[in-house]
């Protein structure tokens, strides 16, 4: 997969507290798995965060972070 460098502005509340960046990489994360677009460890690793933390993350926002059987699963979380 190509990887690309994007420059983003957004507006953000002056009350905002919180790692921003952090916090990005995390929803685009999410999002893009979400829609289907990357896989669950990709998106582990733009999140730049373990991926058990990562299916944390998912089911806090009641997310169905696989859909594997047993045996997939363990092969998964091996990688």
């Known amino acids: 997969m190509?990887?690309?460098?994007?420059?983003?502005?957004?507006?953000?509340?002056?009350?905002?507290?919180?790692?921003?960046?952090?916090d990005v990489k995390l929803a685009l994360a999410i999002d893009l798995f979400f829609r289907g677009i990357i896989s669950l460890g990709r998106a582990a690793e733009i999140a730049e965060?373990?991926?058990?933390?990562?299916?944390?993350?998912?089911?806090?926002?009641?997310?169905?972070?696989f859909t594997y059987d047993e045996d997939e699963l363990k092969r998964e979380l091996e990688t």
Not at 49 to 65: A, M, S, T
């Open 2 to 22: 190509r990887i690309i460098e994007k420059t983003v502005r957004v507006i953000i509340p002056s009350n905002y507290v919180g790692d921003l960046e952090k």
């Open 49 to 65: 965060i373990p991926i058990q933390d990562f299916i944390h993350e998912l089911r806090k926002r009641g997310i169905v972070p």
